[in-house]
């Protein structure tokens, strides 16, 4: 069984950082590309971060980019993000998804989501 | 705000057809695929659209997606009780040169 679990959240103020942590399983790792997605409080999905499954390639949305990197160790089955310079708009329910090759953001598995506050 | 525009909500009776409208551009939905997500809260999301109309293991056949031009909708047809939720349509963008989701459309059940 395919499984995402999130750790790594909480609370810190403004200009804080933070490293969340995914570990899957149920699946070969190594093989995917993988995202993190966030919600903030009364909004919709937002897009974060993509690394393929190599690490070679990371994109980032213009709102975390400078501030956020994103990072995967395949051989402990781990996806990261690293958040730094954090702002109260970084308050979110972030999600580690898993990405079906060739097929845009199409992402077929996601952790259950962690919340990370932060105070101004 | 998200470069691609939903209405934000649409509404049915149980049975009826409903219509979800994702508008874009020339630098995502044009040129793009376009996925689409349920969202319930308190829950993770679940694709539901993915490709050339493919929709994952479980996903019912009431559900299908099409695209024309800068725009895509999704149609739940014979809507149901358990379809009220957060939609959300997905693409790649090359100006952003990156993901983006559209703005939500919230589906109630009357």
């Known amino acids: 069984e395919v499984q995402l679990m999130e750790s790594g959240g909480g609370l810190k103020q403004s200009g804080g950082s933070l490293r969340l942590s995914c570990v899957a399983s149920?699946?070969?790792?190594?093989?995917?590309?993988m995202n993190w997605v966030r919600q903030a409080p009364g909004e919709g999905l937002e897009w974060v971060a993509y690394i393929g499954s190599g690490d070679g390639t990371k994109h980032y949305a213009d709102s975390v980019k400078g501030r956020f990197s994103i990072s995967r160790d395949n051989a402990k089955n781990s996806l990261y993000l690293q958040m730094n310079s954090l702002r109260a708009e970084d308050t979110a329910i972030y999600y580690c998804a898993r990405e079906l090759a060739g097929s845009g953001p199409a992402f077929d598995y996601w952790g259950q989501g962690i919340l990370v506050t932060v105070s101004s | 705000q998200s470069v691609l525009t939903q209405s934000p909500s649409a509404s049915g009776t149980p049975g009826q057809r409903v219509t979800i409208s994702c508008s874009g551009s020339?630098?995502?939905?044009?040129?793009?695929?376009v996925n689409w997500y349920q969202h319930l809260p308190g829950t993770a999301p679940k694709l539901l659209i993915y490709?050339?109309?493919q929709r994952p293991t479980g996903v019912p056949d009431r559900f299908s997606g099409s695209k024309s031009g800068t725009s895509a909708s999704l149609v739940i047809s014979g809507l149901q009780s358990e379809d009220e939720a957060d939609y959300y349509c997905a693409s790649w963008d090359d100006s952003l040169n990156g993901y983006v989701f559209g703005t939500g459309t919230k589906v109630t059940v009357l």
């Open positions: 490709g050339k109309n």
């Open positions: 020339t630098s995502n939905i044009g040129i793009h695929t």
């Open positions: 149920g699946f070969i790792f190594s093989n995917y590309e």
